[in-house]
């Protein structure tokens, strides 16, 4: 595997692959990798021939008083995890490389990112989008591969793709998790012992939200309630924790519209800012393991 660090190295790096007519994966990351970035990775070896990991804190998607400074770093041992996952170049650009000065173009997407993280992080998704259009235009893939964790973010993605049609086929794979049914993210690594095992609220009101749909509930608001009920052993309070149509975010009343229905939760565990999801339908439940 090469880590290449400027746009120049890498699109040379990437030349011959391309021209010989093979088939390019990406998989956009800020690093801290985990059983949830590796499922990307090896997801994008079985379906292209050529993977790029992307290893970037992306500044600009991180709010004040955001954990910027304190977001974990350690890109050798991201490099060894990359590497036995068969990916094949590692872009770890600086933060010049990718923002150098006199940068002053963004792309914001309107509807979809207002809601649920939109709300609570304010200019968070003109980060992502504009990072990801870059990504895109520096790799050049032919796929590229999200996680179902941030599932707003993957949607906005598609949105992006399709809007400023950018020739690449956005594929969005399932949640990894811990044992004990934690989404596996990188901020996990913030968890004290004590909070860690508070942790799993969340997933346990996924669990209520779901299990309140399949024995017959269609009022969104009784749903919510028991997923919320299921947090409070815990000690843990949403942030906000919504039933929203999965293609548009709309909020919903009632179960039973057509189409899936995303349960969205973000709540702080200590100083921790985590959030999951899961998909639900009226008839059945998906988007679990
Ligand atoms: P991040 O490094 O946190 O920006 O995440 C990079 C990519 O990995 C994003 O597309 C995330 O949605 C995805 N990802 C993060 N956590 C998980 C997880 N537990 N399972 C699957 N994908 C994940």
């Known amino acids: 595997m090469r880590t290449l660090r400027t746009v120049t190295a890498l699109r040379a790096e990437l030349a011959s692959a391309r021209r010989a007519g093979r088939t390019i994966g990406l998989v956009p990351t800020m690093g801290a990798f985990h059983a949830g970035h590796v499922s990307l990775m090896e997801r994008a070896k079985q379906e292209t021939d050529v993977v790029v990991v992307s290893l970037f804190v992306n500044p600009t998607q991180f709010g004040a008083g955001e954990d910027?400074?304190?977001?974990?770093?350690?890109?050798?041992?991201?490099?060894?995890?990359?590497?036995?996952a068969g990916v094949d170049a590692l872009f770890a650009p600086s933060v010049e490389e990718v923002f150098p000065d006199g940068f002053q173009t963004t792309v914001t997407v309107r509807e979809l990112a207002r809601p649920l993280e939109g709300a609570q992080r304010p200019g968070h998704f003109d980060g992502v989008a504009t990072v990801v259009t870059k990504l895109l235009n520096i790799v050049g893939p032919d796929v590229?591969?999200?996680?179902?964790?941030?599932?707003?973010?993957?949607?906005?993605?598609?949105?992006v793709v399709r809007d400023l049609d950018i020739p690449v086929r956005i594929e969005v794979c399932p949640t990894?998790?811990?044992?004990?049914?934690?989404?596996?993210?990188?901020?996990?690594?913030?968890?004290?012992?004590?909070?860690?095992?508070?942790?799993?609220?969340?997933?346990?009101?996924?669990?209520?939200a779901?299990?309140?749909?399949?024995?017959?509930?269609?009022?969104?608001?009784?749903?919510?309630?028991?997923?919320?009920?299921?947090?409070?052993?815990?000690g843990v309070e949403p942030e906000y924790?919504?039933?929203?149509?999965?293609?548009?975010?709309?909020?919903?009343?009632?179960?039973?519209?057509?189409?899936?229905?995303?349960?969205?939760?973000?709540?702080?565990?200590?100083?921790?800012?985590?959030?999951?999801?899961?998909?639900?339908t009226a008839n059945a439940t998906n988007g679990r393991p």
Not at 68 to 84: C, F, K, M, N, W
Not at 211 to 231: D, H, I, K, N, P
């Open 68 to 84: 910027l400074a304190a977001y974990p770093r350690d890109e050798q041992r991201d490099a060894e995890i990359a590497e036995a």
């Open 144 to 159: 590229a591969f999200f996680g179902q964790k941030d599932a707003q973010q993957a949607l906005i993605v598609r949105r």
């Open 176 to 208: 990894v998790r811990e044992p004990d049914g934690l989404a596996m993210s990188s901020r996990n690594a913030y968890l004290a012992p004590a909070e860690r095992e508070r942790a799993v609220a969340l997933r346990r009101a996924l669990d209520a």
């Open 210 to 234: 779901e299990a309140a749909v399949a024995a017959g509930e269609r009022e969104s608001v009784a749903v919510a309630a028991a997923a919320q009920q299921a947090m409070e052993p815990y």
């Open 241 to 280: 924790l919504a039933l929203v149509s999965a293609a548009t975010l709309q909020p919903v009343e009632r179960i039973d519209v057509d189409g899936e229905i995303l349960v969205a939760l973000a709540a702080r565990v200590g100083p921790t800012r985590l959030i999951d999801n899961i998909l639900i």
